[in-house]
C-alpha cells in the first residue's frame, strides 16, 4: 500500500511569490494535516481537512491556505512569501475525523524562500 | 507552540546499549505517539499509546504513559546504527481538534 506522497519534494521561491504544494493521503484516508518544520520552531500545527472542509486551523496568518480535493487529496499555499516561510511542509493522513488516530507522515516538501 | 519538553535533546550511545527518551506535556490527552525522523526528511510513526494505557511494547521499542505526571518515555533496547534519528513525542489533546503538539525532539546518534 502506497504511503503518502507529496510533491515537490523541493520548491525554490523568491520573496512574494506564492508556492504551492500538494499531497496525497493514503488510499481510504480521508483526513489530511498539514505542518510546518521550521529551524529553531519546531513541528507545528497548519490545517486540517477532511472530507473536503477545513477543520482545524493552527496559529498562522492568512495567507497560508488550502483545499482538499474530492479525492482527498490536498493542497497548501502559500501566498506573499517570507524569507520565514522556508521550512520543512508536512501532511499527514488518517482514516477518518475521529480524534485519536494515528497520522501517517509524507516525506515532505522542503521550501526554500529568497 | 509545542506542547512540551523532551529529554534529553541529544543522546550518544555505542550500538548495542539501550536509548531511553522522556517526553513531558501539559495538557489533557487522547492519546500520545513517538516518531522518528532520519535527517529532515519524514516523520515515521513509531508507536501510539492511549491515555488510559500505562505501557506499550513494539519489537525493541517500549513506551510508558504516566498520565499523572504528564510525561512518557521510550526505550529503545539493543540499538543499531540505524537507529540514528531524532525522536518526537506528539500528544493529541483532548480539546485540540486532531491537532498533534509535538515536542522539540531528542537526536539521538547510535556509533557502530
Given at each position: ?32 494535516y498539514?505542518y ?22 493552527g496559529?498562522f ?54 | 507552540?509545542?506542547?512540551g ?14 536509548a531511553t ?24 510513526h ?36 540505524a ?16 491537532m498533534?503538539t ?11
Amino acid at each position: 500500500e502506497a504511503g503518502v506522497t507529496q510533491s515537490p519534494t523541493h520548491l525554490i521561491k523568491t520573496r512574494g511569490q506564492q508556492a504551492t504544494l500538494r499531497c496525497s493521503p493514503i488510499s481510504g484516508h480521508t483526513s489530511v494535516y498539514w505542518y510546518q518544520q521550521a529551524l529553531g520552531l519546531g513541528l507545528q500545527f497548519l490545517l486540517w481537512y477532511d472530507e473536503g472542509e477545513e477543520r482545524n486551523r493552527g496559529n498562522f496568518p492568512p495567507r497560508f491556505s488550502g483545499r482538499q480535493f474530492p479525492n482527498y487529496s490536498s493542497e497548501l499555499n502559500v501566498n506573499a512569501l517570507e524569507l520565514e516561510d522556508s521550512a520543512l511542509y508536512l501532511c499527514a493522513s488518517s482514516p477518518g475525523s475521529t480524534g485519536g488516530e494515528t497520522q501517517y507522515f509524507g516525506p515532505g516538501t522542503r521550501l526554500l524562500v529568497l | 507552540s509545542q506542547q512540551g519538553e523532551e529529554d534529553p535533546q541529544a543522546l550518544s550511545i555505542q550500538e548495542g546499549e539501550n536509548a531511553t527518551m522522556n517526553c513531558s506535556y501539559k495538557t489533557s490527552i487522547n492519546n500520545l505517539q513517538w516518531y522518528r525522523q532520519n535527517s529532515g526528511r519524514g516523520l515515521v510513526h513509531l508507536i501510539l499509546i492511549r491515555s488510559n494505557e500505562r505501557e506499550k511494547h513494539s519489537g525493541r521499542l517500549r513506551v510508558t504513559l504516566d498520565t499523572s505526571k504528564k510525561s512518557s518515555s521510550l526505550l529503545i533496547t539493543a540499538s543499531r546504527a540505524a537507529d540514528t534519528a531524532s525522536y518526537f513525542c506528539a500528544t493529541d489533546d483532548d480539546n485540540a481538534g486532531n491537532m498533534l503538539t509535538f515536542g522539540g525532539g531528542t537526536r539521538l546518534m547510535v556509533k557502530p
